[in-house]
């Protein structure tokens, strides 16, 4: 049974693991937008998703590009826990994982190092 939370405490999760992240790493991210939603369409179970252009993958012709953007989706991360602490540390190895990939790390990296 997911652990019962609101729309707002759950959004408040995702703004305290943003402000985890060392400011080194926030203020070298460039052009890049947190969502938070219910759901993604088409992999229910999916926690998040980086779309957009990885600062590695950027080059000269880079400019004029709509935010990258990171989603986290609540539905499956409250379903995969039992407590509200598991949701805060779940949240928290979410909201790392696709910061890493707007970085440019992949997925094979962040499995091998915990961060999955």
Do not use: K
């Amino acid at each position: 049974m997911p652990v019962p939370m609101s729309d707002a405490d759950f959004e408040s999760l995702v703004a305290d693991a943003l402000d985890q992240i060392p400011e080194e790493l926030t203020s070298a991210m460039s052009n890049v937008v947190v969502l938070v939603e219910p759901h993604h369409e088409s992999v229910p179970d999916l926690l998040g998703l980086y779309h957009g252009i990885a600062l590695t993958d950027r080059d000269t012709t880079y400019g004029g590009i709509l935010p990258d953007t990171i989603t986290i989706y609540r539905d499956p991360l409250l379903a995969m826990c039992d407590t509200p602490e598991q949701v805060v540390a779940e949240v928290a190895i979410t909201v790392v994982h696709e910061i890493a990939h707007h970085f440019g790390i992949d997925d094979d990296w962040l499995h091998a190092h915990g961060w999955g």
